[in-house]
């Protein structure tokens, strides 16, 4: 199959303006006779919601949690960038464009985020005028803040809780639009399948998370707005209910799965402390301004202190590795995310690690405490030091924090063209869910961005486009397709409570995290790579044969909830080794250890990969089909990254 | 006038009428003292039965005395109707365990008790004196001369130094300053609070006064009986004496 | 595998947990035990372990409401011995760690209880009451597209902080949960206030109020008598200041505004 981005003709800049006088409109008097669904109410599905209903369109939107305020976008903590230049200092449009394409490691589409930089401060305004309480000046004008690495200071922030306050300014909009009827709000809701009806996406089957009931729904297109898939790690800082299984049903339904095994890792997040572990926390990548990372420079000292022999304050200065520092002087402790993870990731596996389980490298404030004294530290990252003492029973003031490295943001996602739509017509990603924007490697602040853009500002635009081409006439579950699918669901449903086996969702899924995090994680190599793919299958056939769940599918049943949510991270997991396997590179999030310079950094092959990889299913057990889309660099140069 | 019931029906409007009548009750217990602590002068009772004759006879305090009932009369009412919206709105199941005393203080969460204990006190307290001056009732007053007024007044402080002599109704209004103490002590400041009177400059101020107010007015409310029973120099008149002692134990009412 | 404090002893304790199968029938304590609790545990990994347990034994494991386990979600709901999300102040359950508790204790657990929380399953309540009220005013009427430019209204800093403050409501219902008389006044009035502080709030300041107060009264909350339980158990500490300005935009609007209904 022929991949077609659909992207406009002529110069960047212009490109989406074109485009939006280009695409069909829908008559505003026919904008009620169509219905859309859409999955999931976080910043890019509550926002389109909102966005779609406000332009007249019937919304239906689902969500699995109790209300549509608790999606994971709540718990982005840095901020969300735009170009708009308040600080004069030298952003713009196009700045924003260039460094998300840079960051992105030259994997991106450069007409889908140029677009992003554009609408980026459209954001802004619409969130402001919402009542999002971003945080001022003295002056009363918005403040700003430089993150990630970027050279300009364009992140918009509300203290540590810049994706909670635009999640609730969308969740407003959202709920403006259900008190005037326009959206019908499904809560503890939760798709199990799509339904495609000639070729073309018209419905959802969902369940109802409280009864059981299997319900079917009819629109004239669908929405998925349903988030990443780094649970597929068992633990990442995702929240525990994040999951692929709309992205991954519609996956099976026709939708193309693009880049999946490009997947972010954060490095400065709270280590696992021990097998119960259910989810990991982050910590703002801010804390390496100040803090210095290190090691004990001997394996046997790291020994001593793991037991409980030594302390830290034992360990003198020469016999600390501050590797961040001495391999990399220019950047130091503030290489990217993906360099300071594996580094890190490096001591551990060289028995230089701390902390009771060794998978964790020390980050310390004693030199920043000593120069500008502990008030100054409490200032500035106080509220991250008391979270980081809640969570380990440590006192960071006193003693270096542990930090590792978890997986954090998934790139890779369904498959979209230009319109944001995927290879199934009139099925929609948008958000994390799909994998437009972010290339191999997202910059920090840049997924609320992304979140909101296509939700404001792209889809009520482009799914006009598609509607205007259909005709306005009601949609209903009487075809037969929509029975078909909701036996396949009821019958997957029925098959997971009757295999009465006896490990646990839990069980499977930490087995699952266990083999991705070791052949997937922050380095991959292709014998890794096979051995954890026949291991995944291994897997795979022990769950659909040795799964417990206990109850009825007729209640509240969260753990057969889980078990549906494993199965299909458990084929997804595949999927992502397959790719994580062709791409024989280097790139962004993904790091394949035959591919890197001689001082180890990662090493592309733009020659054979700039493309994107757009997988297509091709029945159970069958080797997924690969499909390309060349990527074209008309703009941008493509050249190494380097922070030596 | 349907917005206006529908405001006054509302949990924030019910609450109003609870704070702008409980705070005038604050007022009227000020003045209530203030006439009070007159029978402690050694006058034998003439500055108070004075200024019971003035509060008796005044047109301004007359027709605030009927404010001040109606007052009384909406305070017990919506707090009696609060209390059972709020018991509904809790559910019908209990919590097993609750510690609610270490998220609030005792009188915060008791004010419906506190209330009705109040209330029952003051029904004794407004058949003893109130009834009696103002509606003649239980043998009504005895006539004594007083300073300054060329008219006979109401011998009320004999009511008043007769019935402090009794133990059990002195221990009864003693105790019942407590629980007016701590009806006053959340009460003053929340008043303030429903209001909308909450400021960081101000209301440390608020809290304190009401914390000093509920103290101050209760305990010198139950210093007064407890002095007049202790001390030999409060007597009342013994004609009037005999007849209030009767007809505490007599009247049915007060069984 | 040993945590951040290889000392740190495990301990065993006994769980009485609410068990209850839907909202239509009547739920009971039941009593557990669990073993070997690391202190490094969360409360809600405690309960993971509870539940690996029970679906091993066959038996059904218990349901409660949780989701980012990081305090920002506002899923979490538990009643810890007697307390809205257990002994620790400014703390969500899902932030509670075992460390707070010793060898040997009992831990009773129950669900929100409050007549406008219906209880779904065990642990898990209702809280769509909350969206309502937000439906029914808690938004700036203005649609996507055409804002000004977001640096058209200068706000003071000290009232974009205010507001910031009340916005941080997560809407766990602990305020409701703890309250004496079910009120869910700190949770609507973080929302009025945020919104009332702010000039864009401006415009709908008084029919916000209104209709939000309407609807809470609705929903079968009862009335706030500023106990002070909901502030004292608010993990994100919102102010009972905010339930006085709502009360102030609430006498405001209720005086001067032209809605005769």
């Known amino acids: 199959m022929i991949l077609d981005s659909k992207i406009p003709e002529g110069p960047l800049a212009e490109k989406w303006d074109k485009h939006k006088f280009n695409v069909k409109l ?47 976008s709540i718990a982005a903590q840095g901020g969300i960038n735009a170009a708009k230049n308040y600080q004069n200092d030298g952003d713009s449009v196009y700045r924003l464009f260039y460094d998300t394409i840079k960051g992105g490691d030259y994997r991106a589409r450069e007409a889908n985020v140029y677009r992003l930089a554009q609408v980026s401060v459209n954001i802004i305004d619409q969130c402001v005028a919402q009542g999002v309480p971003f945080a001022r000046e003295y002056g009363g004008l918005l403040a700003n803040r430089s993150f990630g690495g970027a050279q300009v200071s364009r992140t918009f922030y509300a203290r540590g809780q810049t994706g909670q ?90 939708a193309f799965f693009a880049n999946p095994c490009f997947t972010q890792i954060h490095p400065t997040c709270i280590p696992v402390s021990g097998d119960y572990q259910s989810k990991l926390t982050l910590m703002s990548e801010s804390l390496r301004n100040d803090g210095r990372v290190w090691v004990p420079a001997s394996k046997e000292t790291a020994e001593r202190l793991r037991k409980g022999e030594i302390r830290v304050s034992d360990i003198k200065e020469e016999d600390r590795d501050y590797f961040l520092e001495r391999k990399y002087p220019a950047f130091g402790n503030l290489v990217p995310r993906d360099v300071a993870s594996r580094n890190a990731k490096q001591m551990c596996d060289e028995g230089r690690g701390v902390g009771g389980s060794g998978l964790a490298v020390f980050l310390d404030f004693a030199d920043v405490i000593k ?17 980081y003492a809640k969570i380990t029973g440590e006192n960071p003031y006193e003693q270096p924090m542990r930090i590792y490295p978890a997986v954090h943001y998934t790139m890779g996602g369904l498959w979209v063209d230009y319109n944001l739509q995927t290879t199934i017509p009139g099925l929609y990603a948008t958000g994390e869910c799909n994998f437009s924007d972010h290339g191999a490697n997202r910059l920090g602040a840049s997924a609320l961005m992304q979140g909101l853009a296509d939700g404001y500002f792209v889809i009520p635009y482009t799914i006009g486009d598609y509607l205007a081409q259909t005709a306005p006439k009601p949609v209903t579950t009487e075809h037969p397709a929509f029975k078909e699918a909701e036996a396949e669901v009821h019958a997957r449903v029925q098959k997971l409570m009757s295999i009465n086996g006896t490990r646990t969702p839990a069980d499977f899924h930490k087995a699952l995290g266990h083999i991705m ?128 | 006038m349907s917005w206006i019931t529908k405001t006054f029906s509302s949990s924030i409007g019910r609450k109003l009428i609870m704070a702008v009548t409980g705070l005038f009750l604050c007022s009227f217990l000020v003045v209530h003292l203030l006439i009070n602590l007159q029978m402690l002068r050694h006058d034998g009772g003439a500055s108070f039965n004075f200024w019971a004759e003035f509060m008796g006879t005044n047109p301004v305090i007359r027709f605030m005395e009927i404010v001040l009932m109606l007052g009384l009369l909406a305070h017990i009412y919506q707090g009696l109707a609060l209390a059972v919206k709020n018991k509904k709105a809790r559910g019908g199941q209990a919590y097993v365990v609750n510690h609610s005393e270490q998220n609030s203080q005792w009188a915060s969460r008791n004010m419906a008790l506190l209330g009705t204990l ?50 059990w109704y002195v221990a009864l209004y003693a105790l019942s300053q407590i629980a007016l103490g701590y009806h006053l002590w ?23 006064t009401g914390y000093g107010f509920s103290v101050i007015v209760s305990a010198l409310f139950a210093v007064i009986p407890l002095v007049m029973f202790f001390s030999e120099a409060y007597q009342p008149r013994p004609a009037t004496g005999n007849t209030v002692e009767q007809s505490l134990t007599t009247e049915p009412a007060l069984r | ?75 979490c709901n538990l009643f810890i011995n007697g307390r809205a999300h257990g002994p620790e102040a400014g703390t969500t359950t899902c932030q509670l760690h075992m460390r ?69 409501c997560i809407a766990c219902g602990a305020c409701v949960a703890s309250c004496k008389n079910s009120s869910a006044m700190l949770f609507v009035s973080a929302k009025v206030s945020q919104l009332a502080l702010l000039p864009q709030g401006h415009v709908e300041r008084k029919t916000r109020v209104e209709n939000m107060v309407a609807q809470m009264d609705k929903e079968g909350f009862g009335a706030c008598s500023n106990i002070g339980s909901c502030a004292a158990e608010c993990p994100v500490g919102i102010s009972l200041e905010n339930i006085a300005i709502m009360n102030r935009e609430y006498i405001n609007a209720k005086a001067t505004s032209n809605n005769l209904a």
């Open chain 3, 1 to 75: 595998m040993a945590g951040s404090n290889p000392n740190a002893k495990p301990m065993n304790l006994t769980l009485k947990v609410w068990r209850q199968r839907n909202r239509n029938t009547a739920g009971s304590i039941v009593d557990y035990q669990v073993k070997d609790i690391s202190p490094d545990m969360s409360f809600l990994e405690m309960l993971d372990v509870l539940n690996e347990d029970l679906l091993r034994q066959g038996e059904e494991p218990v349901a409660f409401d949780h989701d980012c386990r990081e305090g920002i979600c506002g899923s």
């Open chain 1, 165 to 254: 306050q635009l999640l609730l300014g969308a969740y407003s909009a959202l709920s403006r639009q259900v008190a005037y009827g326009k959206v019908k709000l499904y809560t503890r809701s939760e798709m199990l399948d799509l339904v495609v009806v000639d070729g073309q996406a018209r419905g959802i089957i969902t369940r109802n998370l409280i009864t059981g009931e299997i319900e079917q729904h009819a629109a004239h297109a669908v929405v998925l707005a349903t988030g990443g898939y780094g649970n597929v790690f068992y633990l990442s800082t995702n929240a525990k209910y994040c999951n692929a299984t709309a992205a991954w049903r519609a996956h099976k339904k026709g």
């Open chain 2, 186 to 208: 959340h009460g003053f400041r929340s008043g303030f609070q429903t209001l909308g009177l909450n400021h960081r400059k101000y209301t440390p101020a608020i809290y304190l």
């Open chain 2, 118 to 167: 109040l209330l029952i006190f003051l029904i004794v307290h407004l058949m003893n004196f109130w009834i009696r001056s103002r509606f003649d009732a239980m043998g009504g007053l005895a006539e004594v001369r007083v300073p300054n007024l060329d008219h006979p007044v109401g011998d009320l402080y004999s009511v008043a130094a007769a019935s402090f002599k009794i133990p």
């Open chain 3, 100 to 168: 707070k508790f010793s060898d040997g204790d009992t831990i009773t657990i129950e669900p929100w209880r409050s007549a406008a929380f219906p209880v779904n399953k065990d642990l898990s309540v209702d809280r769509s009451a909350f969206d309502r009220i937000i439906q029914a005013g808690g938004y700036i009427s203005i649609n996507t597209g055409g804002t000004p430019d977001a640096n058209e209204i200068p706000i003071p800093k000290d009232i974009a902080d205010r507001a910031f403050e009340a916005a941080t």
């Open chain 1, 371 to 387: 120069r500008n004294g502990a008030e100054w530290v409490s200032q500035k990252y106080g509220n991250l030091f008391d979270m």
């Open chain 1, 26 to 72: 829908v008559n505003p008097a026919n904008k009620r006779k169509y219905d859309v669904i859409i999955v999931g109410t976080g910043l890019a599905g509550a926002s389109a919601a909102a966005s779609l209903a406000e332009l007249g369109y019937n919304v239906k939107a689902f969500t699995y949690h109790d209300s549509p305020r608790r999606a994971h």
């Open chain 1, 517 to 644: 995090w070791e052949y997937c994680g922050m380095a991959r190599n292709a014998e890794g790579l096979q051995h954890a793919k026949a291991e995944i299958q291994k897997l795979r056939r022990e769950f659909w044969s040795d799964l417990k769940l206990t109850g009825t599918d007729q209640e509240m049943n969260q753990m057969l909830e889980s078990a549906g949510r494993v199965a299909d991270f458990l084929e997804l997991g595949e999927l992502m080794i397959d790719d994580a396997y062709n791409r024989n590179e280097s790139c962004g999030g993904h790091f394949r250890e035959e591919y890197q310079t001689p001082e180890g950094e990662a090493l592309r092959d733009d020659e054979n990969f700039t493309y994107v990889a757009a997988w297509q299913f091709n029945g159970e057990n069958q080797p997924e089909i690969l499909n390309k889309e060349e990527l074209r660099f008309e703009n941008v140069k493509l050249t190494q990254r380097s922070y030596k």
